[in-house]
Nanobody
Framework: QVQLVESGGGLVQPGGSLRLSCAAS????????MGWYRQAPGKQRELVAT???????NYADSVKGRFTVSRENAKNTAFLQMNNLKPEDTAVYSC?????????????WGRGTQVTVSS
C-alpha cells in the first residue's frame, strides 16, 4: 500500500513558478512510475507529466519546455517544477504511482493540491 501526499500548490501570477512535491509512504517507491495529472473545473483530468522508475520522462504538449518532472527515490518523493505558468494551468494537480503485478495494474492517487494562476 502506498499513500501519496501532494504539497506546494498555491496562487501565483502569470509567468511565475511553483514546485509541487508528492511524498510517498510505504515501500517500493523506486519501482513505481510516477505521474502528475491535473483537472480544471468542468474539464476532464489530463496527464501532465510522467517519470518511469528508470527516470525516463514524458510531457503533455501544453507543458513541454515549461514543466520538469523529477524524483528522488532516497526521499520517496516526486516533484513537478512549473515555470512560466499561465492562467490555463490553473487546476487541481494530483500525483499517481503506477505499477503492475502479475499483469494487473496498480494505481495509487493523492488528494491533490490546488494551483491557481492569476493576476
Amino acid at each position: 500500500q502506498v499513500q501519496l501526499v501532494e504539497s506546494g500548490g498555491g496562487l501565483v501570477q502569470p509567468g511565475g513558478s511553483l514546485r509541487l512535491s508528492c511524498a510517498a509512504s510505504g515501500s517500493g517507491f523506486s519501482s513505481y512510475a510516477m505521474g502528475w495529472y491535473r483537472q480544471a473545473p468542468g474539464k476532464q483530468r489530463e496527464l501532465v507529466a510522467t517519470i518511469t522508475s528508470g527516470g525516463s520522462t514524458n510531457y503533455a504538449d501544453s507543458v513541454k519546455g515549461r514543466f520538469t518532472v523529477s524524483r528522488e527515490n532516497a526521499k520517496n518523493t516526486a516533484f513537478l517544477q512549473m515555470n512560466n505558468l499561465k492562467p490555463e494551468d490553473t487546476a487541481v494537480y494530483s500525483c499517481n504511482a503506477y505499477t503492475s503485478r502479475y499483469g494487473f495494474p496498480i494505481n495509487y492517487w493523492g488528494r491533490g493540491t490546488q494551483v491557481t494562476v492569476s493576476s
